[in-house]
């Protein structure tokens, strides 16, 4: 008996961890012209498991001369 309650709140601590939303975290640098319709665009995921982070940046290129 006291193995199948063991057994049960180990299943339901895997439930909760499964149900359980990650971290995301999301840097945005958006430095292009907004008349630029096609800017130039560097963009990055890296995905750690428990942490996931995305980078994206945006620029045009006359700034950049």
């Not at 840097?27 to 980078?55: E, M, N, R, W, Y």
């Amino acid at each position: 008996m006291r193995n199948r309650r063991i057994a049960l709140g180990i299943a339901a601590a895997a439930l909760a961890l499964l149900a359980v939303h990650r971290p995301t975290a999301q840097f945005t640098i958006l430095t292009h012209d907004h008349a630029d319709l096609s800017p130039h665009k560097l963009q990055a995921a890296v995905d750690l498991g428990p942490l996931a982070v995305h980078v994206l940046y945006t620029w045009t290129e006359h700034f950049a001369r």
